[in-house]
């Protein structure tokens, strides 16, 4: 079906008007043409939609010189003012919303479900870090405690980190991006957000409404263009101070061997496991894991991607799944609000899923459902028996498949689970508290949760992956400490005379 993206006059300046928009990019208040540019094709119907501007270096280099600049202009306005600032963007956005959910609907192929869901949840989360932001404090440290500082004492601050990168990845564009943008202004930096190329309208949009209600200029700039051309010249830039990265693991290593001393967060790939244990509500786990694997299509950093299922209740199990299989309403989101799952970002995408799922079966894996695709649409599937050295056992699949591996008892379920190069999500299905107490104990991820699927970035719970799935937290009070450092005021009280001088001698 031909779709075409049209947006309202209050857009009208983030794009250049032609046969196809032609994106702009944001630099010192104003939205700046590129040279060249790259063809956005929407997954829905694999047809070109837009064209995204290619920041060039000397215009992002523009870009940092000038977030360097204005960075006093918002460490100069006074907390209460920033947290006023966004509030009105807040409430800009909610005005806008519906239009900015259909342009994400087209660009990324989200169903309405998703679409919505991303938006909403941007919203509030610019709601509750309003409300974490007023807890950066600080400490009083006293100095008598030591011998070498009787008449001293310390203030032990959080400032600014300065100019902050985030770069956000194709999944949740504008909710990533966000949640790099606000932080770093409520801390009092300027920010650059380089999305996705993939998707980065929807963001483009809300980056629209930042400028309108009046961020001051420079603090909040948008570079867009393909990583691989721009980012190692944004990220080793000594202009930058911190680095907030989500993306693949393989980007993440590769932009932390070039960004040098600056400080870089990395919120990175996943393999969450979910494990069903025989005392588990084998209904709830069902329910719960093919939404842990559906939703989204499945691209998701804490997708459920090896559920651990125990002998006992293995065939209970697949027997439930069969039956919330349904609840995914399959198709063309566009076409139908009621779809729950469309296609996913790309036809390549969907190859590579596919591949993983034939390796599976070759190994000996069965498909019970789906296992087809169509372009960029790929089916919702069930795949059982999937052999522990199966390429989907092991890798990211970024894909729409429930993928289940027998396991012996709890002991097998924790060794499988821990052995992956990941630990970023998991999850544990058992009504017996002391059971899950234990394995929630013993699981190597930075996140376990109990008796349903994994979700990040929901009310002020932290997140954040260990081994290759990140370094750092994100969520609200800790994406603001993560974009401040500390300083250590020291006051020396001994010329007033304050102060104790101990002369004695222990015993
Ligand atoms: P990606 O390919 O790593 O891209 C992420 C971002 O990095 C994009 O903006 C990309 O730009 C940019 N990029 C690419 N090469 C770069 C370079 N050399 N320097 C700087 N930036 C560069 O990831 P994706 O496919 O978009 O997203 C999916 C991945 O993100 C999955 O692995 C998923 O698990 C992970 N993820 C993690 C979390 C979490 O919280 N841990 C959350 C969401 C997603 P272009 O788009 O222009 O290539």
Redesign the pocket.
Known sequence: MGYKLELSEFFSEIYEKGEFPKFKVLINGKWVSTKDSVDLISPVNGEKIAEIGSVSKEQAQEAIDVARKSQNSIRDMAGIDRIEMINKIREEISVHKEEIIKALMLESGKAYSSASGEINALIERMRLSMEDFRKIMGEYLPGDWASDTTQKFALVIREPMGVVLG??????PVF?SISKAVPALLAANSVII?????DPIAFLMVSEIFRKVGVPNGVFQVLT????EI??F??SNPGINMVS????????K??SSIAGLKKVHL????KAPAIILEDADIDLAARECVKGSLELAGQ??DAVSRILVVEKVKDAFIDAVKRHLSDYKFGDPVADKEVKMGPVISESAAKRIDDMVRDAVKRGAKILAGGKFNKAYYEPTILADVPRDAIIARE?T?GPVVTIINVKDENDAINVANDSEYG?DSAVFTNNFYRAWSVMKRIQAGNVTLNAAPS?GTAFFP???IKS??EGK?GIAYSIEEMTAVKTMIFNLSPGGLGKVYTGKFK
């Open positions: 770069i956000s990845p194709f999944n949740y990533t380089k999305p996705p190329s993939a263009g393909a990583g691989s980012g190692d944004l990220v990265f989500t993306g693949s693991t393989a980007v993440g590769h932009i919120e990175l790939g996943g998701r950093c990211e970024f970023l990040h997140f954040g992956g799935s990140g994100e």
